[in-house]
């Protein structure tokens, strides 16, 4: 079970007082929500950023029923921290709602009702009905995008991108650089789109930075930033702003003329634009490197098939104009 794909329910009112069923340590209660029925303490107090509303946050959690020692859900057991956009409602509302509290590095544990987890039915098999849930959470990172420009910042507990915030040597700016990207990655598979290409901007600034490189770091550093453009032109394919993947794509293969990945995706954005003509010698040109690329073969078939419909109407409409 993937807990953060179920949405709770919206909190109800005249509900039985949360300290009839708190087992948390008296004195040590933060209660998040007027009517108590979420609590939480901090187990282990966090140092770094505080999350906000909207923040995107990364973070390892286990789900308890009350009462038991075995997680009904763990991200530990998956080896893999969720990664959540606060306000999106797609966790349960005692989770974001502790989350919302937390600063990075923090770990806490918290309670919550059935109404702040899977309401009075629970999930078949799984969850009884009604049932209150012992939350413990650590959270990793916070990660903010203000607004379509995508300026974020990052606060990780990360030892690698913690002491590189600033770096001052070309090797630095090279671990620094494959931090974001790999950061950029996860978001992707995540589906947090912009928190990606902020990401993946990032990577060309640690590359701006570096200066003084001896030929193999400029190497390496010039192969991660034609890594995150072609990850960047796959985020705007997502979010279908195919101008930026033509633009973006048309430098990956100044850089890198042998890419197809981005040969592919300019094709891909040609045939969206109904650039036909565009997309078919892009393809080719791809095509030249990967003569056996059955996907590139497919799309120029594709495009071939879009511009013989496009000129076969042309010549109708100038038939009926001239008839």
Known sequence: MHTQFLKAKEPKKSLVHWSKMSTLPAGSIQYLTDDSQVQKIILNQGHGELAHNHSTLSCHYEIFLQGQSTPIDSTRFRNAPLWVK???????????????????????????????????????????????????????????????????????????????????????????????????????????????????????????????????????????????SSNSSACYIKLKEWTKVIEICEKVISLDPTNIKAYYRLGQAYLETKEYEQGISSVKQGLKHSPSDTSMKALLSQLQQKEAQWLKSRKALYKNMFA
């Not at 974020?152 to 620094?176: A, D, F, W, Y």
């Open 86 to 228: 606060l306000g999106d409602g797609k966790v349960i509302n005692g989770l974001e709602l502790i989350l919302s509290t937390m600063c990075v590095g923090e770990i806490a544990e918290g309670l919550c009702t059935s109404v702040y987890g899977y309401g009075k039915k629970g999930l078949p098999n799984r969850i009884p009905s009604d049932a209150t849930l012992r939350i413990v959470v650590e959270l990793l990172s916070v990660w903010e995008v203000k607004g379509k420009k995508r300026h974020g910042r990052m606060t990780v507990s990360s030892l690698t991108l913690c002491s590189l915030k600033s770096p001052n040597s070309p090797r630095q700016c090279i671990e620094l650089a494959l931090a974001y990207k790999n950061q950029g990655n996860t978001f992707f598979k995540s589906g947090l789109l912009n928190e990606a290409l902020d990401a993946y901007e990032k990577v060309n600034s640690c590359i701006k930075r570096a200066e003084e490189c001896t030929d193999k770091d400029r190497m390496e550093l010039d192969a991660l930033g034609i890594a995150a």
